[in-house]
């Protein structure tokens, strides 16, 4: 019964070998299961008969945001069982290939039943399923994932036709023991608009809220312009401290919000307040000034601006002079910002601000989402 907390990850660089992964037999040397990572929202499917429950990472209800994963839920899935996935909204772009949304599956987290409604018939979400925690009376927690694998494709075996990927369905994700097959994987659904692979160890039970399993991600770098900086919530006159640096690139001459760059030590947050003084400027004189006429919410989600998901927090910033470029890395694109927080690298100061563009940024190869569902295992 919910809430449980799900199975987390931690990061690794590069597919892991599975005959070094478990040198001293703590998963009784069954070696690695390989599945591809979903870039949605994680969630906890609980089915007793008609009732349905869908729960985030954190435990909080998401089954009002989705009726159409209810109804689809009653009508594919066993009578009663608890599943691991995800859910996800897939678009048809590039000439009719469809790739994983995030920006549309966060619009579905409305607070209004008629918005919501209307999203489940124009953009209906799916559900893929990729571990078992109960099935029936049994519970799976303490089982291998070997065997808890090997339950849920019996449980699931007549879910996913190869031939109907169609939105508002359950699906359960392929998997396969071949590094190589994962690595082939790593690049080629990233063009799906997947997010890396995961790697689970074939020996390890399901523990909820622990990183057991293993997670490849993307990796790029970028220079970006530095256009602006908030302080950190923990400053304070006496020692103001730098919360995150606002990132730009130029596109036609103009310069777009890209994202931010925030983690950093005390010391360092310190430091770069002080550093950053220096290219202070007044808003008017700043290429955003314009955007500071926006109230609520805009097509960009330009800094300063509300959105819903600020939830009323001071979005203000201290405009800079964009003269500093800045490499970062970053994982993906969403659209035209980074997908998550950059990570901060070094200065390059031997780059001239308005050669950074969006040129630069690799673009994966198009693919198809019905391509990644297309088969359970591979």
Known sequence: MPPVQPMLAKAVKGVPDPAKFDPDGTYDGLGLSFEPKWDGFRCLLFKDGDEVELTSRNTKPLTRYFPELVTAAQQQLPERCVLDGE???????????????????????????????????????????????????????????????AVL????????????????????????????????????FEGAGLD????????????????????????????????????????????????????????GGELQHVGVSASFTEARRAELWQEMQALVVPIEEHPWGRWQEFLVANPGRQPGTQSRWSQGKDLSFTPLRPERVLEVKYDAMEGRRFRHTAHFKRWRDDRDPESCGYDQLEQPVSYDLSDVLGGAAG
């Open 153 to 188: 494709e019996e449980a699931l075996a007549d879910l996913d036709d190869p031939d109907d990927t169609a939105e508002g369905r359950c699906h359960l994700t392929r998997t396969s023991t071949d590094p190589a097959v994962a690595e082939r994987w790593f690049h080629q």
């Open 196 to 251: 890396g692979v995961i790697a689970k160890p074939m020996g390890a039970p399901y523990q909820p809220n622990a990183r057991t399993m293993l997670k490849i991600k993307h990796e790029r770098t970028a220079d970006v312009v530095v256009a602006g900086m908030r302080e950190h919530k923990t400053s304070t006159p006496e020692r103001p401290l730098l919360g995150s640096l606002l990132l730009g690139l130029y596109d």
């Open 87 to 149: 859910i996800f909204v897939a678009l048809s772009k590039d000439g009719g290939k469809r790739r994983l949304e995030f920006e549309v599956l966060q619009e579905r987290i409305h607070p209004a039943k008629s918005r919501i409604d209307l999203l489940a018939e124009t953009t209906p979400a799916s559900f893929v399923a990729f571990d078992l925690l109960a099935l029936g009376d049994t519970s799976y927690v303490d089982r291998p994932f070997a065997e808890r694998r």
